[in-house]
Structure formats: C-alpha cells, structure tokens
C-alpha cells in the first residue's frame, strides 16, 4: 500500500459521538486525501491536503473536518457521527498534481449505530 | 450526467479471452487517466496511468486513450480468474486540478 497506514481499521461507533480516523504515510507525498466509498456512488472526494496546513474541501465534505500539522498525517474528523457516516473510509496520497497518481491505504470501515 | 461514465456490469469473459473495459469523460480538458483494480474488501490498486492519445501496454493491460472522443478503455489480454475484480475508471480534470474523479466501475467476471 505505498507505506501508507490507517488506524484504526475498524470502528463501529454510536450516533452523536466524534470519530478522528488517522492516515499516516512515509513517502513524503505533498498531496494527501480523504475519500469515502458507498454502494452505488463509487469513491467520492471529502477532503484533500496540498501541504501541512493548506486544506481544501471536496464534494462530500459537510459533517468531515480535516487537519494536517506533519506532512505524514491526515486526520480526518467526524464531529457528530450520523448513520448516513456509516461507509468505508479511503486515504490516498500523490507525489504531483499534475499527473496525480493516486495511491491508496487499505481503508477504515466505519460503522455508525 | 456523470463526469466519469462506465458500464457497472458484470462483465462476463471466459478465461483466456480479451475483456473490454470502457469509460467516457465530460471534460474535454483532462489531462490524466487512470485505471484502479479493486479486489472486494481491498482498497483500489493503480495498475495502469495514460496521458497521451494512443495506447499503452503493460504486460496483459493496454490503456487506450482517445481525447478526441473523450473515452479511455482497457484492454486485459489472456484474462485469468484472478483479473475478476473492479475496475474504476479515474480522470484528472482540467476544471478540479490536482484532484480525480471516480467512476463508479465496472465488476468484471472471469469464468473458467
């Protein structure tokens, strides 16, 4: 997975309570991302890094913040889980914008009761 | 409609055939393109990355692009039953620079 870890991997959680899922990458990619991947929808972009500190949203980004102090950690937060939160959670990294290979984390599977 | 089209399936091809993967993109201006291979349960796994018009071979796979008609396809030559899997169709659009777009893939089956 191109020395890129998520933790935990696994999490089932009630609704109402805050959730933080942790990427942690060692290739000193500038570009990080959070992805969530659904039935039907295919992987939809939540939230993306560009550098430590520089965030920026994407299209499913309402009730995800994000934050990144050190180039090798992307955290994503849920404020306040919601049953419609329940999905698979991808994080992806990327050396250049301009070609953009993408490579991905083995995944988060979240469950929200 | 959809920024990144493809046929979900499945895809049915006996073993040792060509199977034929396809997608269509709405931004004329792409740049990038790329197809993942998405084992059930797994995270996708880049196998194929294309940029120009023309084709690209790597080993079994062969990337397609035509920008003209904005499609890109894959070719999976000699198809083994550990090619069924997802495969999604990812695009580089000029419009969303530095981020991609997913298809929503296309299940391919391959029968012995």
């Known amino acids: 997975d191109a020395g890129i870890t998520q933790s935990p991997r696994h999490k089932v959680t009630e609704t109402g309570t805050p959730v933080t899922l942790r990427c942690h990458q060692t290739e000193n990619h500038r570009y990080m991302y959070w992805y969530r991947q659904d039935p039907g929808h295919g992987l939809r972009l939540i939230h993306y890094?560009?550098?430590?500190?520089?965030?920026d949203k994407g299209e499913v980004s309402d009730g995800y913040s994000v934050s990144r102090s050190k180039t090798e950690d992307f955290l994503l937060t849920l404020e306040s889980a919601t049953s419609s939160q329940t999905s698979v959670y991808f994080c992806?990294?990327?050396?250049?914008?301009?070609?953009?290979?993408?490579?991905f984390g083995p995944g988060t599977r979240l469950t929200v009761l | 409609q959809k920024e990144v089209e493809q046929n979900s399936g499945p895809l049915s091809v006996p073993e040792g055939a060509i199977a034929s993967l396809n997608c269509t993109y709405s931004?004329?201006?792409?740049?990038?393109f790329f197809w993942y291979r998405q084992y059930s349960g797994k995270s996708p796994e880049l196998i194929m990355s294309?940029?120009?018009?023309g084709d690209k071979e790597d080993g079994r796979f062969t990337a397609q692009l035509n920008k003209a008609s904005q499609y890109v396809s894959l070719l999976i030559r000699d198809s083994q039953p550990s090619d069924s899997a997802t495969y999604l169709c990812?695009?580089?659009?000029?419009?969303?620079?530095?981020?991609?777009?997913f298809g929503t893939g296309t299940r391919l089956q391959v029968t012995l």
């Open positions: 890094s560009y550098g430590v500190k520089d965030t």
């Open positions: 992806a990294i990327s050396e250049l914008a301009a070609y953009n290979e993408q490579f």
């Open positions: 294309i940029y120009s018009n």
């Open positions: 931004d004329r201006g792409s740049q990038s």
């Open positions: 990812a695009v580089n659009m000029f419009s969303t620079a530095s981020k991609l777009t």
